[in-house]
């Protein structure tokens, strides 16, 4: 948002994008409790309980922003979404940095 309170051009798209993306997450929660059986044995991972903690968060940003409240309200909950990396760097190259984090 501009000084001026106009909004940037792609804020709406960056709002979208971090939408469908938390339905895609929702969605893989739900096929992944389904998979495994029951939500206790889903939850004896302890990845799987760090996702649905960001995935509930970001959540609640999608749910307010349906019932009205205004963008600026939800984005430190849209935010949670960037603490999704830290899963990158279980596979990726910082393999390390996570290695030095667990």
């Known amino acids: 948002t501009y000084e001026d309170g106009q909004k940037c051009w792609f804020d709406e798209m960056l709002i979208e994008v971090t939408n469908n ?34 995935t509930i968060t970001t959540s609640t940003a999608v749910i307010g922003s349906a019932l009205g409240l205004q963008d600026g309200a939800t984005s430190v909950l849209r935010g949670f979404a960037i603490f999704r990396l830290w899963l990158v760097c279980k596979y990726g190259i910082l393999k390390p940095v996570w290695l030095m984090l667990v």
Not at 38 to 49: A, D, M, R, V
């Open 21 to 54: 993306c938390n339905l895609f997450f929702m969605f893989d929660f739900v096929m992944q409790v389904l998979c495994d059986g029951s939500l206790s044995k889903h939850f004896e991972n302890g990845e799987y309980i760090y996702n649905f903690l960001i």
